[in-house]
């Protein structure tokens, strides 16, 4: 069955969620991150975790809101479904601790030529109400049709113009064969097109692909600890377009340049293709 444009406007959670100093060093675990910052919860001042473990902690909230009998769409329809883009905000440091509350709410859906886009805005905030992280994530469902008209209720705030400044730094990643298995559990995000080859074949996939949300990790590992090698908590927002596939067992290309107030990325796979475009981020002061 389409999706319902009438569906825009749903919300989901609240998910409580633990910010525990075993989520924080899994994640950095899962994506190899090894600097102080993130993995020795002895240091002075403890550890904050990676930007990225926001993502994790809003999956709850993205993985349920498809599944509302608003929104429409069959199991099998669900299952066309691909990451295109992500727009994250980061308001406060996640660190141990933390009381958190994951939200979600559908804010846009639209006839696109592959198929369906949707938007969902996902938050994270403290048992308080205090804001922590603030997600667009754009997804697009191949082959998939919308009943309704298109409706965009939100989408990500406006980008400043980000021009790159000097020379474009390149940094080869392997991607061992078996990252998607612990990533998938570090992360606690499942699809078993990334762990289960056989699922992956079946869904036309020429193996096992790498998360995008890894990939993106992996990226904002090396541009941080290139740029921001002691205080990684000052990545304050990062977005990037999902145009490409990464096998596991082969190796990726992270380029970065510094721009005002922030730097600019891409990633491109084995085979010279760009796996994330787009990519920029913004640094805060503190």
């Not at 473990?53 to 999956?59: G, I, K, S, T």
Request: net charge negative.
């Amino acid at each position: 069955m389409p999706i319902n444009a009438s569906a825009v406007g749903s919300e989901i959670g609240p998910f409580a969620i633990d910010v525990t100093a075993r989520r924080c060093l899994a994640y950095a675990a899962g994506i190899n991150d090894t600097r102080d910052a993130h993995l020795d919860d002895a240091r002075e001042g403890g550890i904050t975790a990676p930007a990225m473990l926001a993502v994790a902690m809003e999956w709850p909230a993205s993985r349920d809101l498809r599944v509302t009998p608003a929104f429409g769409a069959s199991l099998e329809e669900r299952l066309r479904v691909v990451h295109a883009a992500q727009d994250t905000e980061i308001h406060s440091p996640l660190r141990p601790g933390l009381k958190a509350v994951s939200k979600g709410r559908l804010v846009a859906a639209k006839r696109i030529k592959p198929g369906t886009l949707t938007i969902s805005r996902l938050t994270l905030e403290t048992a308080a109400g205090e804001p922590l992280a603030t997600s667009y994530s754009t997804a697009i469902y191949r082959g998939v049709d919308l009943v309704g008209d298109d409706t965009v209720e939100a989408q990500p705030p406006a980008w400043p113009d980000l021009e790159p400044q000097g020379d474009w730094a390149e940094t080869p990643v392997p991607i061992a064969r078996e990252l998607p298995h612990a990533y998938t559990e570090c992360a606690d995000i499942w699809n078993p097109i990334h762990t289960e080859r056989a699922v992956a074949l079946a869904a036309g996939l020429p193996d096992i692909i790498l998360h995008g949300t890894c990939t993106l990790a992996l990226a904002l590992r090396e541009l941080t600890a290139a740029r921001l090698p002691d205080a990684p908590e000052r990545l304050k927002r990062f977005s990037c377009r999902f145009t490409g596939m990464v096998i596991p067992g082969t190796d990726i290309q992270v380029r970065h340049a510094a721009a005002e107030g922030g730097a600019l990325f891409e990633v491109l796979n084995a085979e010279g293709q760009a796996a994330v475009r787009e990519g920029r981020v913004l640094f805060g002061t503190e």
